[in-house]
T-cell receptor
Framework: DAGITQSPRHKVTETGTPVTLRCHQTENHRYMYWYRQDPGHGLRLIHYSYGVKDTDKGEVSDGYSVSRSKTEDFLLTLESATSSQTSVYFC?????????????FGPGTRLTVL | KQEVTQIPAALSVPEGENLVLNCSFTDSAIYNLQWFRQDPGKGLTSLLLIQSSQREQTSGRLNASLDKSSGRSTLYIAASQPGDSATYLCAVGGSQGNLIFGKGTKLSVKP
């Protein structure tokens, strides 16, 4: 357990509404990631952060934005949710220390967009 | 573009059997390779991490090998148990730590 929590754990929303998912970590890790998992596609990277206010795009970033104003929180926002964004969203952190680049995942958020 | 393939997609074995799960990747310029386990409806649990300079890692009944030149990794599970039933995911790491995942092998170990 790397001290990662995600909220909410489940959410149902309607097309066109904004949605924000939160990832919280307690161990001061520098690198944080957002992935989505879909049947037939596996896990794909949406955005990642390498420090406070430092973020970059991943493979499937269209329709998503992120923010990191504090080390412990990494927020993922769907500006205007679409049905194609129905998915399970996982947050991950990367271990700290020399040679310790193992990634640990949060419990996930199941998002349904109607 | 890096692509990760896991074969087979599903595997069913009797309890006690030794088994090998395969992972291949198209670009050998990786930083590391990580194996995960995922139970239905759950998150990912890290099993083993192999750095690009390493050839293998072991943890209990699990042994993972890495051959960068051929773009392959294997996860060996000894003396399989019903509790090993899960989906096993292979992921290769890039320069910013971003992971590229295979689609997994769903393992069923029957008592």
């Amino acid at each position: 357990d790397a001290g990662i929590t995600q909220s909410p754990r489940h959410k149902v929303t309607e097309t066109g509404t904004p949605v924000t998912l939160r990832c919280h970590q307690t161990e001061n890790h520098r690198y944080m990631y957002w992935y989505r998992q879909d049947p037939g596609h596996g896990l794909r990277l949406i955005h990642y952060s390498y420090g406070v206010k430092d973020t970059d795009k991943g493979e499937v970033s269209d329709g998503y934005s992120v923010s990191r104003s504090k080390t412990e929180d990494f927020l993922l926002t769907l500006e205007s949710a679409t049905s194609s964004q129905t998915s399970v969203y996982f947050c991950a952190i990367q271990g700290t220390g020399v040679g310790n680049n193992e990634q640990f995942f949060g419990p996930g958020t199941r998002l349904t967009v109607l | 573009k890096q692509e990760v393939t896991q074969i087979p997609a599903a595997l069913s074995v009797p309890e006690g059997e030794n088994l090998v799960l395969n992972c291949s990747f198209t670009d050998s310029a990786i930083y590391n390779l990580q194996w995960f386990r995922q139970d239905p409806g759950k998150g990912l649990t890290s099993l083993l991490l192999i750095q690009s300079s390493q050839r293998e890692q072991t943890s209990g009944r699990l042994n993972a090998s890495l051959d960068k030149s051929s773009g392959r990794s294997t996860l060996y599970i000894a003396a399989s148990q019903p509790g090993d039933s899960a989906t096993y995911l292979c992921a290769v790491g890039g320069s910013q730590g971003n992971l590229i995942f295979g689609k997994g092998t769903k393992l069923s170990v029957k008592p």
